[in-house]
């Protein structure tokens, strides 16, 4: 598996940096959507007046596209230097062991702490909770007095 195991507490201090690159990513997908459909749209229109359309018509437009979707592939990287891989519908798996075993700790926007794993070929429908005796003392539920 990988060279690095994180821990539920390391995860926790990139987590911050996880939802502003997020919240990038979600903003940069809308942005491609709207151009790529405002391209079609303007490829429709042209075909059904039938102008003629030189090769180039549409360059500056694809152009942008295929700009953001670099923007897109720089924020994976991102999270890849901090040690994660991002899955579908944003969800964030890190590397870790739990009982001696490999398992990817996995966290998605808007969780605010580290709390779930699954096992390596499992995915998000896999998912387990953190034994409590794994999660520091300042990320476990507060006990009732």
């Known amino acids: 598996m990988a060279e690095r195991h994180f821990t539920p507490a390391e995860v926790n201090q990139v987590i911050p940096e996880l939802e502003r690159i997020i919240k990038y990513l979600r903003s940069l997908e809308g942005e491609i959507q709207e151009k790529e ?15 003629a359309v030189a090769e180039d018509t549409f360059l500056r437009d694809e152009a942008e596209i295929d700009f953001l979707r670099i923007l897109v592939q720089g924020q994976f990287e991102r999270v890849r230097e901090l040690g994660g891989e991002v899955k579908g519908g944003f969800l964030i798996d890190f590397p870790g062991q739990i009982g001696g075993k490999d398992v990817l700790l ?7 702490d580290m709390r779930w794993y699954h096992g390596l070929y499992e995915g998000m429908m896999g998912r387990k909770p953190i034994p409590e005796e794994l999660l520091s003392a300042d990320q476990r539920p507060m006990e009732d007095e």
């Open 37 to 51: 459909w405002r391209l079609k749209q303007s490829k429709v229109e042209a075909h059904r007046q039938g102008d």
């Open 106 to 112: 996995c966290w998605k926007p808007g969780e605010t």
